[in-house]
């Protein structure tokens, strides 16, 4: 059974590579099995993942891409398969949530790079990753780290919100498009011990309003979204497409 789980011989991709949860799930791949391709707006930013995964015993590389530049993203793929081989996973973590407050003061070039990070980029990864697929005649996976905001609504976070909102919009109906030889599915984390979290975990007012309304009374670590992102990469979800998986400790289900 446990078979199912591995990515042995799997080269996978992981946008927002340099820390947090995409670090986390790019080594989580690699303890999979995958050779592991990490990008990030900077390749500097991304040493440390790359010696993780290479602790592993796997192969890691690093690649220097901003998800809202279309030409850099165009290439991003096949220059990864020139030197691992042939793709099979795509992650699309890169995200953005510069602004947090009151949305009558929201600025629509806010919104809008909002939108071109979180919702825009995961698209422009995702076409040339399906595009690398058929070019190949492969089959492939596409995890999109979507968030709980995908699925409620986060008061102060409405860009945030929106943009993850269109992250499972995208995921159902390219999963419905290109099934079944490329599966889509959409994680959707709670509030995870990150850098990118930071601030409202340090806020005492917040950490506290947040956690009451967390049934499980804790922050996850992000091995725990990394652990459930190689099982919707892995054979063990072949059955799975379309699929929203909430690792929320709860929160939405309230």
């Known amino acids: 059974m446990l078979e199912a789980f591995s990515l042995e011989g799997s080269v996978a991709v992981v946008t927002g590579g340099s820390r947090g949860i995409g670090e986390a799930t790019a080594v ?3 303890e999979a099995g995958a050779d592991v391709a990490v990008v990030a707006r900077s390749a500097d ?6 010696e993780r995964i290479e602790a592993t015993g796997a192969t890691g590389i690093a690649r220097e891409v901003d998800v809202t530049d279309d030409d850099a993203v165009a290439g991003l793929v096949d220059s ?8 099979d996973v795509l992650v699309n973590n890169a995200g953005t949530n510069p602004y ?12 809008e790079h909002i939108a ?10 995702t076409r040339a990753f399906a595009r690398h697929v058929t070019d190949n005649e492969n089959t492939g996976v596409v995890v999109n780290v979507a968030s709980v905001g995908g699925v409620v609504g986060l008061p102060y976070q ?9 992250m ?8 419905v498009e290109w099934a079944p030889d490329i599966r889509v599915n959409a994680l959707a984390p709670g509030y995870v011990k990150t850098e990118f979290t930071k601030g409202v975990r340090e806020n005492e007012s917040i950490r506290e309003d947040l956690l009451d309304d967390i049934p499980t009374d804790r922050f996850a670590d992000p091995e725990e979204i990394a652990y459930a992102a190689v099982y919707l990469a892995s ?20």
Do not use: I
């Open 28 to 30: 989580a791949m690699a």
């Open 45 to 50: 930013a991304l040493d440390d993942t790359v």
């Open 80 to 87: 990864v398969a020139e030197e691992l081989g042939p793709v």
């Open 100 to 111: 947090f407050g009151d949305s009558r003061k929201l600025d629509v070039e806010t919104f």
């Open 116 to 125: 071109d990070v979180n919702t825009t980029g995961a698209f422009r990864c």
């Open 158 to 166: 409405a860009p945030y919100t929106a943009s993850k909102h269109a």
């Open 168 to 175: 499972v919009g995208l995921t159902k109906s390219l999963a």
């Open 235 to 254: 054979d063990a979800a072949a059955y799975a497409t379309g699929e929203v998986h909430v690792v929320d400790g709860g929160m939405a289900a309230r």
